[in-house]
């Protein structure tokens, strides 16, 4: 069992990943707002958003005290539809 | 059964797949099944808008600011969530109540304020047929939106279970719940800035 | 950690570990789920059944139902090109549109309506949890909806022959633009029928592959580690993940084509922009995968039966299972194969035809380990030994064939002829039929208690096998000779004359490979009432549904099972019998202490 200190830091923790996550909101949004050349600011909106999406899976969906099957799960899907996406980039995407 | 026979099997009985709740490596598997599904939709949507010139235009029409808000909104669901699977393992009985509340409300918040864009586009005469930029922004928004509303069925049943104090026996179904809320949530993370800010 | 109770209320017990810690809540207060009410009625035993050996059964059931539809499209189709536009007796005249249509249902029904719910469904469902020692699936009542989510899809594809219309006629790929509107085929609800069929069957197969992966990964009883499951338990689990992960894009593609149908939306249509062969490639990045989602667990099916009627263990366990993950991995990198003659970007075609040649080298282990396990055994040619050994064979000659059409020179001229539509019923027809066969022979006493008639059991064999080397070997010639695939009428080219004496072989060779199904329905149902009562472990074999009642009873083990050793130990000369079940202690403190000590050297790598 968690003591109650422990319980009260969780806690703590949880709402200091929702402030960094609507932090990264207003980052995101400003980049976009900044006239950046397109390829640096798509870098960086999606980066951002990667950022975003790690710190809900890490702490809100709790991968950080999972075990490796749970990471490899999540994983492969995310590694497969990215490989799909570059595989067909001669044909779909420059085809024209 | 003698003592090595024992022995044999405890030696070799604690693999790491036994310790994850069947639940819980159930949801992910589901989760995994889902990211294919939604990776498939970004891989085309992706692909097509490097192909073709011109979605830019289209993409200025959607409304920034509308989506914006939509994503706090999300989030900060997703930390009323997280505070309702901590509210049942600390015990916090009327937390539990509270914050499931809170999540399903801003669930409808984000579908309401996708109904207002929805409307909004409507009217300026913007439809699913008004080219593939917008077939793909309705259609992902869409299902994204079935999914959320699929959540607020989820937490609805779970808020019934709070208020009739069943759900102390299966308190893992909060948990559960919020991996698929999380889930939905993470999709958002990256609709937001493929249909909105690119 | 101390010893684990058994069983599911061990698993249900484990909720509160990790963090999933719940405070309040005790052992005691968990429900133990739906499955052991005392009596629970007709609906219940028989219809809404939660008990996975009765929904394995309905798998069975709905498969072999389907499989006559299946078979009867077979049947008209190689009328039509033994014997065009003559008189089908039973039907009437094949009209071109109805022929587009019949072969499109073809493909569609033997693939998702057949096959999967035959090797996974029916043969995952009833094994899986007797073979790892569990009472039931994970989910049970997540079961019984996978099973009537299939059922309901299998009713909208047949709804879909009643429509104004008809059926679906853009081939069971659904190529589009072919498949994207209405005026390309004249089909105009059939199609939609199709793709919302085949979504319900995808979200089924969903359902129970993570039924099958939960059950296969957590409801092991003691003592049944990763690497003393049966083998076709290990195929079943392998091609849940692969249907899992490949599934996917295609569900997202076929909104996008309902859409494209029903809306008016262009993701397809290259007129607003869209983009076919984007379908070409969703609809084969699942659709290799699913090759061996249907294929593994017929492989699985062999697995078990030839080391039980050789004697021997089967060679090299984990070759196979690392072999077959290999295939697993490998199958997500060589979908453009079926597309070399799509006017894709060339530049695929060559790493694709490398990773498809790869692909034969996980295959061929596996096919060599099985015979390494006839070797030397002591072979009884029962029926389901014949199925295994004939599937076996009969598989050989599709792999082959596969290596000629992975190479992409090779394959711009063979794809479109009946090379390839030979080539994939010697790879699947083995796979889902002789190994599906051969499961229901040699599982047919688990499930019924019952021996089946091996007479008539051989000549089933028999037909099934002489017929169907006969039909499609005939095949392969007409495809080399040229004869394109997915044509109506093959006797009005001149130049296709000299080839069309090889279709009358192939279409009566077919009436003989229908006519040979009869009396596997006759023994089926005789068997069944009338059989040999079988007892529990009537091939004397080792994996854990023999230990058990034929048939199983309700929670499958009336005593909790504990697992000592590999599935495969038989003709151990040191051994005290021929075979050990893997629930069968060790006798003795053996003189060696090692745990191993009694490991075969089969079991090793090659």
Same mark, same amino acid.
């Given at each position: 069992m968690e003591t109650l200190l422990e319980?009260?830091?969780?806690?703590?923790?949880?709402?200091?990943?929702?402030?960094?996550?609507?932090?990264?909101?207003?980052?995101?949004?400003?980049?976009?707002?900044?006239?950046?050349?397109?390829?640096?600011?798509?870098?960086?909106?999606?980066?951002?958003?990667?950022?975003?999406?790690?710190?809900?899976?890490?702490?809100?969906?709790?991968?950080?005290?999972?075990?490796?099957?749970?990471?490899?799960?999540?994983?492969?899907?995310?590694?497969?539809f990215i490989g799909l996406m570059l595989t067909l980039i001669p044909d779909i995407a420059l085809h024209r | 059964?003698?003592?090595?026979?024992?022995?044999?099997?405890?030696?070799?009985?604690?693999?790491?797949?036994?310790?994850?709740?069947?639940?819980?490596?159930?949801?992910?598997?589901?989760?995994a099944s889902e990211i294919m599904v939604f990776g498939g939709f970004i891989t085309c949507y992706v692909l097509f808008r490097y192909a073709h010139g011109g979605w830019e235009d289209a993409a200025r029409h959607v409304n920034w600011r509308l989506g914006a808000l939509n994503t706090l909104v999300l989030l900060t669901s997703s930390l009323t969530m997280i505070l309702a699977h901590y509210s049942v393992k600390a015990g916090d009985r009327q937390g539990v109540k509270t914050?499931?509340?809170?999540?399903?409300?801003?669930?409808?918040?984000?579908?309401?304020?996708?109904?207002?864009?929805?409307?909004?586009?409507?009217?300026?005469?913007?439809?699913?047929?008004?080219?593939?930029?917008?077939s793909f922004y309705f259609l992902m928004t869409g299902l994204h939106g079935l999914h959320l509303l699929a959540g607020i069925v989820i937490n609805t049943s779970l808020l019934v279970m709070a208020l009739r104090g069943t759900i102390w026996a299966r308190g893992d179904r909060v948990e559960l719940g919020g991996l698929y809320w999380h889930f939905v949530d993470v999709v958002w993370i990256f609709l937001f800035p493929l249909l909105y800010l690119t | 950690m101390g010893a684990k109770p058994l069983g599911r209320a061990a698993n249900r017990g484990q909720i509160g570990k990790g963090n999933t810690e719940v405070a309040t809540a005790t052992p005691a207060e968990i429900k133990i789920g739906p499955t052991h009410e005392e009596h629970p009625g007709f609906w219940r035993s028989y219809v809404f059944s939660v008990d996975h050996k009765v929904i394995g059964k309905q798998y069975l059931g709905l498969s072999l139902f389907m499989a006559l539809i299946g078979g009867a499209a077979a049947y008209l189709i190689r009328w039509q090109l033994a014997w065009p536009e003559t008189y089908v007796p039973g039907w009437g005249y094949?009209?071109?549109?109805?022929? !587009?249509?019949?072969?499109?249902?073809?493909?569609?029904?033997?693939?998702?309506?057949?096959?999967?719910?035959?090797?996974?469904?029916?043969?995952?469902?009833?094994?899986?949890?007797?073979?790892?020692g569990a009472d039931d699936m994970a989910f049970p009542r997540l079961n019984m909806m996978s099973f009537w989510t299939l059922a309901a899809g299998s009713t909208v594809l047949i709804a879909s022959f009643f429509v104004p219309a008809g059926p679906a006629a853009g081939g069971w790929t659904a190529y589009a633009?072919?498949?994207?509107?209405?005026?390309?085929?004249?089909?105009?609800?059939?199609?939609?029928?199709?793709?919302?069929?085949?979504?319900?069957?995808?979200?089924?197969?969903?359902?129970?592959?993570?039924?099958?992966?939960?059950?296969?990964?957590?409801?092991?009883?003691?003592?049944?580690?990763?690497?003393?499951?049966?083998?076709l338990v290990w195929m079943e689990l392998i091609a849940a993940v692969l249907f899992l992960l490949s599934v996917g894009p295609l569900i997202a593609g076929s909104f996008m084509l309902l859409l494209d149908r029903v809306a008016g939306t262009g993701f397809f249509v290259p007129d607003k922009g869209g983009d076919p062969l984007l379908w070409q490639h969703l609809f084969w990045f699942f659709g290799h995968p699913e090759v061996y989602v249907v294929g593994l667990p017929g492989f699985g099916i062999m697995m078990e039966i030839i080391p039980v009627f050789s004697r021997k263990p089967l060679y090299g366990y984990k070759t196979i299972v690392w072999g077959s993950l290999a295939a697993g991995v490998l199958s997500f990198v060589v979908w453009a194969h079926h597309m070399f003659v799509s006017g894709m970007d060339p530049r695929l075609a060559t790493p694709f035809s490398i990773t498809t040649i790869l692909i034969s080298v996980p295959f061929a282990i596996m096919v060599f380990s099985m015979l390494a396990t006839l070797w030397g055994g002591r072979i009884e040619l029962t029926t389901p030994m014949l199925f295994a050994v004939g599937g076996l064979a009969t598989f050989i000659i599709g792999g082959v064939t596969g290596i000629f059409l992975g190479s992409a020179g090779l394959d711009v001229y063979l794809h479109g002829t009946y090379f390839v539509v030979a080539h994939f019923h010697y790879t699947l027809m083995p796979m889902v039929f002789f190994g599906g066969f051969?499961?229901?022979?040699?599982?047919?006493?688990?499930?019924f208690g019952r021996m089946m008639n091996e007479t008539l059991g051989k000549v089933h064999f028999f037909f099934t096998f002489i017929c169907f080397n006969c039909v499609f070997i005939p095949l392969f010639m007409a495809g080399v000779a040229g004869n394109p695939r997915r044509i109506?009428?093959?006797?009005?080219?001149?130049?296709?004359?000299?080839?069309?004496?090889?279709?009358?072989?192939?279409?009566?060779?077919?009436?003989?490979?229908?006519?040979?199904?009869?009396?596997?329905?006759?023994?089926?149902?005789?068997?069944?009432?009338?059989?040999?009562?079988?007892?529990?472990?009537?091939?004397?074999?080792?994996?854990?549904?023999?230990?058990?009642?034929?048939?199983?009873?309700?929670?499958?083990?009336?005593?909790?099972?504990?697992?000592?050793?590999?599935?495969?130990?038989?003709? !151990?000369?040191?051994?005290?019998?021929?075979w050990m079940a893997q629930n069968e202690p060790p006798a003795e403190p053996a003189p060696q202490p090692q745990a191993g000590g009694l490991r075969l050297k089969g079991t090793g790598t090659v």
């Open positions: 319980s009260a830091a969780t806690r703590a923790h949880y709402i200091a990943i929702w402030r960094w996550l609507v932090f990264f909101v207003f980052a995101a949004l400003a980049i976009t707002l900044l006239p950046l050349p397109k390829i640096v600011s798509l870098a960086l909106v999606f980066g951002i958003a990667l950022i975003k999406a790690a710190m809900v899976m890490r702490d809100y969906m709790h991968l950080k005290s999972e075990k490796l099957i749970i990471h490899a799960i999540a994983l492969i899907p995310i590694l497969l | 059964m003698n003592a090595t026979a024992h022995a044999a099997v405890r030696a070799v009985n604690d693999d790491a797949f036994k310790e994850i709740a069947p639940g819980r490596i159930a949801l992910w598997w589901f989760l914050f499931l509340g809170l999540t399903i409300a801003l669930g409808l918040t984000f579908l309401i304020i996708k109904g207002v864009e929805y409307h909004a586009e409507f009217a300026e005469g913007f439809t699913p047929l008004s080219g593939l930029f917008w | 094949v009209e071109p549109q109805q022929y !587009n249509a019949i072969i499109t249902m073809h493909g569609t029904i033997m693939i998702f309506f057949v096959a999967m719910p035959f090797v996974l469904g029916a043969f995952g469902n009833y094994l899986i949890p007797l073979m790892v633009p072919l498949s994207a509107r209405p005026i390309y085929t004249g089909v105009t609800w059939g199609q939609n029928l199709w793709i919302v069929a085949v979504a319900i069957e995808f979200a089924s197969f969903l359902m129970g592959g993570i039924n099958f992966l939960t059950t296969a990964l957590n409801l092991r009883a003691p003592g049944m580690t990763l690497w003393r499951l049966p083998m051969a499961g229901l022979y040699y599982w047919f006493p688990k499930m109506y009428e093959l006797s009005s080219y001149d130049f296709l004359k000299p080839a069309q004496h090889l279709h009358v072989i192939a279409t009566i060779a077919t009436l003989g490979l229908l006519a040979g199904q009869v009396p596997f329905v006759i023994n089926f149902f005789m068997s069944m009432w009338k059989g040999r009562e079988a007892g529990r472990n009537p091939w004397l074999a080792n994996t854990l549904e023999w230990c058990t009642d034929s048939p199983p009873p309700h929670g499958n083990f009336s005593e909790p099972v504990m697992v000592y050793r590999d599935p495969y130990e038989y003709g !151990n000369p040191d051994a005290p019998k021929d």
